[in-house]
């Protein structure tokens, strides 16, 4: 009897132990993670796959343990409509969060932009998965807190002018731009490399975001002898251009060779029939057709398990969940190769670390001192929308391998 209760009285104390042990790591305070990006812009859907990116990674983190020994990845997110002073004030809020180490944003560069000076003023990582401008890592603040996972307006340059020479035997292209930051990011970079790339730019137009129609400055640099059009857009004024397009004749409808903008959002919705009616081509880093490593097969189980999504062609934006993704895990590493939730240690962290295995590519290493882009421009390659929307890569002959 002495010993049935030795036994029992062991048992309880062991089980106080684990219960003790249980309740001590779920005292510990989650590490949080910002998002700050367009959720209330009506046809975008770019914010939705970074945030799905992100989730997918925060749960493969926490499943493994967390980080800092056992403290759970927490997102905040925050809504800035794609205006700027809106990003700036969230960012500002985000960072009052002592647990709270780096901050996301979203598609739109002008938000971005703006976001730089502040996330440098206030001393946290700033991590970019979409947005484009070069002058978002291009700058000269020591230390630099900004990261970004995802293409350059330099390296789309290079592709965009590339493939209208190379695959649609363009020498002269017109350029239609918007009135913005980005826009102005993407006029330097294409007038910096079409000398290059062998083109001549016929003629540059601008556009206001929320014009109601871009035939005009489409049907300017037409006659001023382009034989494809450079297109900067997001879906809003990209579906405009498709449709005003598709109406013309067929002698009058020139390649459009896009940015990534319009990917961002409904442009198979806000283009309708018109999107088979016109050559419309676009810049990409990533694409889930295809993509067959462990990891693409364990993200893509991630997406139907929780957002339902069961094909690769039914993902929305899908540049904005695989550079989420990467760019969430390389920050856990960061984090725990800091020791703290300490910003600064973190910022010198994500400059230090090995190489990883990630879902766009291998990382070796993701960044360096001199280096806060993890891409280069030989992930780029080029896409087109079949009937269902499905955004498929297309063959680029010339196209050199990464």
């Not at 249980?22 to 590490?31: C, L, N, R, S």
């Not at 970074?50 to 989730?55: A, D, V």
């Not at 059009?229 to 409808?253: Q, S, T």
């Amino acid at each position: 009897m002495n010993a049935f209760i030795r036994k029992c009285a062991g048992l309880a104390l062991a089980g106080a132990a684990l219960f003790g042990s249980i309740a001590h790591g779920a005292d510990k305070p989650p590490v949080l993670i910002g998002l700050d990006a367009e959720f209330g812009h009506k046809t975008s859907t770019s914010a939705q796959a970074i945030q799905r990116g992100m989730e997918i990674a925060i749960d493969e983190i926490n499943r493994k343990g967390g980080v800092l020994g056992g403290r759970k990845l927490e997102l905040v997110i925050t809504d800035n409509r794609s205006i700027p002073a809106m990003g700036v004030d969230n960012l500002r809020e985000l960072a009052r969060r002592p647990d709270l180490v780096a901050v996301f944003g979203g598609k739109f560069t002008p938000v971005v932009m703006e976001s730089v000076p502040v996330a440098h003023e206030l001393g946290i990582p700033l991590m970019a998965p979409w947005s484009s401008a070069d002058g978002i890592t291009d700058h000269d603040r020591k230390p630099s807190y900004s990261f970004r996972l995802s293409l350059k307006d330099a390296w789309a340059a290079t592709a965009l002018l590339r493939f209208a020479r190379e695959e649609r035997n363009a020498s002269r292209v017109g350029v239609i731009l918007p009135n913005t930051a980005w826009g102005r990011s993407n006029q330097a970079a294409l007038a910096r490399e079409a000398g290059r790339a062998g083109i001549t730019v016929v003629g540059e137009r601008w556009y206001n975001w929320g014009d109601k129609s871009l035939i005009e400055v489409y049907q300017e640099v037409r006659k001023l002898g382009a034989q494809a059009v450079i297109l900067v857009a997001n879906e809003g004024e990209g579906g405009v251009l498709v449709r005003e397009v598709a109406a013309l004749p067929d002698a009058e409808r020139l390649p459009l060779v896009s940015h990534w903008g319009v990917t961002g959002g409904a442009l198979g919705a806000l283009a309708g029939d018109a999107l088979q009616k016109v050559d419309l081509t676009v810049v990409q880093t990533f694409s889930f057709i295809g993509a067959r490593s462990p990891t693409a097969e364990r993200v893509m189980a991630a997406l139907e398990t929780r957002y339902g999504i069961d094909r690769p062609e039914k993902i929305r934006s899908p540049v904005g969940v695989a550079h989420a993704y990467d760019l969430t895990h390389i920050l856990a590493r960061a984090i725990d190769k800091a020791g703290s939730a300490d910003r600064r240690k973190i910022r010198d962290a994500l400059e230090r670390l090995g190489p990883y295995d990630g879902l766009v590519r291998r990382y070796n290493p993701p960044f360096t001192p001199d280096r806060h882009d993890a891409l280069s421009g030989s992930d780029v390659f080029m896409a087109r929308y079949m009937p269902d929307d499905t955004l498929i890569p297309v063959p680029w002959r010339t196209r050199k391998p990464r």
